[in-house]
């Protein structure tokens, strides 16, 4: 499918060969294309705010030659006035060439780029959805593990409200995984996602204990348990803390292991383990931007 | 017979049967009937023998599509529809629920952007029995239980 002006809202609007491609395009991104981008304009329009992904679509979008404009504090957007979003995608893509919205309503950014004729990427709505963020981490799991297939993939921590592991699952599921869930049975996987796992016939483990299965993992997506996703504090309180990884979990894995951890943490990874061979997470936000360059000058038809 | 005689026969038309009387307004309402030239009947809290109470909608000079009849799947799936033609039934509909429902029902989620912003509803069929819709724009997927029309 062609990519040029081609909106990123949900990682399920892709297949496994869109994936690849977008793989494919973020690689020849690692280069240094300084005027690829040059005359356009991305307008940024974060509702909500996020420092890492915010500041790597700028990054991304300077590198390349390319101009920024937006906001990231809604008190300085029409919003306040009661603009609807429609409105202003509407208005929005008279400045710009591409946008990026972030919003805590979950839906706005497909709604936006119904509205807008340029192309919209999302950077996260809500609960939803945040594909950028997905497609950095199979870039990065391809990077470090050579491949994408058959792979044996732990994720621990919050896998209900999680959407980065709920992504992350949808995607990896084009690939032949083995998924072991690791969390408590409060906050473990939800149902519509196993049995999706179910009807593709792939493998799936359910275990609360990390070091009964550690053994076998490639890789090992570990998540914040985020207070902001849990509608009840008490349950918060009660899970908080629930996993801390540090060297004791070296005795027990493959030696070829790599950790992986959208950002922020807190202290679900003690930073002993920052410096093994083991800690990706930090070349894994790096990743985001050859990833994010892909993306932008894919849907600005500067590369194929 | 003699239970019908409350709303008379029609020549030309469409007429809509064994709908659950709850919801007759509702499937009126959805067909979106206000164009049409013919007379319009509306019955409802008829006896039945088939389901407790049931409604009618009586439509004539309009001769419904079957693309029409299935934007009441979600409401009245078991509804029987009559395509008349000079006092005759023509042909039989049945009611198809369709792959997507658009405007009829309301996202069960709050965080929703249709719930948030006025946004026209879209939902995909995950399954038919029971069943399962998934939000064109959230994403979630809500079973027969959660389903609330607009």
């Not at chain 2, 008349?84 to 309301?106: F, G, Q």
Request: glycine share 4%; net charge positive; with cysteine.
């Amino acid at each position: 499918m062609a990519f040029k002006n081609r909106d990123v809202i949900s990682i399920n609007d892709f297949s496994k060969e869109d994936l690849l491609h977008i793989l494919k395009a973020a690689k020849s991104m690692e280069k240094s294309r300084p005027n690829l981008l040059k005359g356009k304009i991305l307008a940024t329009l974060f509702f909500e705010p996020s420092t890492r992904t915010r500041l790597s679509f700028i990054y991304a979008m300077e590198s390349l030659g390319g101009k920024v404009l937006g906001f990231d504090d809604t008190k300085q957007s029409s919003l306040q006035k009661g603009e609807s979003l429609w409105d202003t995608a509407k208005i929005v893509e008279k400045y710009s060439d591409i946008m990026v919205i972030r919003h805590p309503v979950e839906g706005s950014a497909r709604l936006m780029a119904e509205s807008s004729s340029k192309p919209v990427i999302n950077a996260g709505d809500g609960a939803n959805q945040h594909p950028t963020q997905t497609l950095l981490d199979l870039y990065t799991i391809q990077k470090v593990k050579g491949t994408l297939n058959n792979l044996n993939i732990g994720m621990v921590g919050d896998l209900k409200y999680g959407r980065t592991v709920h992504s992350l699952t949808n995607a990896l599921s084009h690939f032949n995984p083995t998924f072991y869930f690791i969390a408590p049975e409060a906050l473990q996987m939800p149902q519509n996602y196993l049995e999706e796992l179910r009807q593709k016939n792939i493998k799936f483990v359910k275990e609360e204990n990390l070091m009964k299965v550690s053994n076998k993992l490639d890789i090992l997506y570990v998540t914040r348990i985020q207070k902001e996703r849990f509608p009840d504090p008490v349950e918060y309180e009660k899970y908080k803390g629930y996993y801390k990884l540090d060297e004791s979990l070296l005795k027990n894995i493959k030696n070829d292991l790599k950790i992986m951890h959208p950002l922020p943490r807190v202290d679900e990874i003690n930073k002993k383990l920052d410096s093994t061979k083991h800690a990706v997470y930090f070349e894994q936000a790096a990743n985001g931007i050859p990833v994010r360059k892909a993306l932008l000058a894919l849907a600005l038809g500067k590369i194929k | 017979m003699k239970k019908e005689v409350s709303i008379s026969a029609i020549k030309e038309g469409t007429v809509i049967d064994h709908i659950p009387s709850n919801v007759t307004l509702k499937v009126a309402e959805i067909l979106n009937l206000d164009d049409v030239a013919g007379i319009i009947s509306i019955a409802t809290n008829l006896p039945s023998k088939k389901m407790a109470k049931k409604g009618i909608v009586k439509i004539g000079d309009k001769l419904l599509t079957q693309d029409e009849v299935n934007k009441i799947a979600v409401i009245a799936p078991d509804a029987t529809v009559n395509i008349i033609e000079n006092y005759n039934v023509k042909r039989k509909l049945k009611v198809l629920l369709p792959d997507i429902i658009e405007k009829i029902v309301k996202c069960s989620n709050p965080n929703c952007i249709t719930n948030n912003e006025k946004a026209e509803t879209r939902f995909y069929v995950l399954n038919k029995t029971p069943l399962k819709l998934k939000c064109h724009y959230c994403e979630r997927a809500m079973n027969k239980e959660d389903i609330v029309l607009l």
